[in-house]
């Protein structure tokens, strides 16, 4: 490939199994208003997994602070139409931001349904530990609903450990100790 060719840093052109074509890339402050647009696309229930409660609209003070990152700390991909930031339809974020301790890391992802079931959260999880491992961060975690059987079936088929959270929450806390990670 040219060098003219190649995509910048965490750039990759993505074919899904149903052929739809998605460009991952880090998340831009262009992205808030296209992300806003299409969070009405999503059903209740991927938003409620995403961010553990129920809301009908992501404020524009929301999207700001998703698309707006520290990136000493923190680092979300998305996976968007091959457009440029603030035309594209994003169709799944990733994000992870490390905690003040500066070892752990919690992770976040958001597949919509409209490309679930095609490998996507996967890819995106292994670019999300790549990053920690960069950042010399050990351990990786997020809370997962306990029905939410697609992502707890991914991280241990990555090497997360499952930890009960709250008794009657229903949450479960998803651990990958990073030297001990089969993912990429």
Do not use: C
Request: aromatic fraction near 8%.
């Amino acid at each position: 490939m040219a060098a003219r060719d190649r995509l910048p840093p965490w750039h990759e052109m993505l074919v899904l199994p149903n052929r739809r074509e998605v460009l991952i890339r880090p998340i831009r402050p262009e992205d808030a208003e296209p992300i806003r647009a299409s969070f009405g696309l999503l059903q209740p229930e991927e938003v409620r997994q995403r961010f553990l409660y129920s809301m009908k609209e992501l404020t524009p003070e929301m999207a700001e602070r998703l698309t707006r990152l520290n990136p000493k700390t923190e680092f979300a991909l998305v996976a968007a139409e091959p457009l440029p930031p603030g035309e594209a339809l994003v169709g799944a974020v990733a994000r992870i931001a490390i905690d003040d301790n500066g070892t752990d890391a919690e992770f976040a992802i958001l597949v919509s349904h409209f490309i679930s079931y095609m490998g996507l959260g996967r890819y995106l999880m292994t670019r999300l530990v790549k990053w920690a491992r960069g950042k010399k961060v050990e351990r990786i975690y997020g809370d997962v609903f306990e029905h939410n059987l697609p992502m707890l079936e991914l991280a241990e088929s990555i090497g997360f450990s499952r930890e009960i959270q709250q008794e009657g929450q229903g949450l479960v806390r998803v651990i990958l100790t990073l030297n001990d990670a089969k993912a990429a």
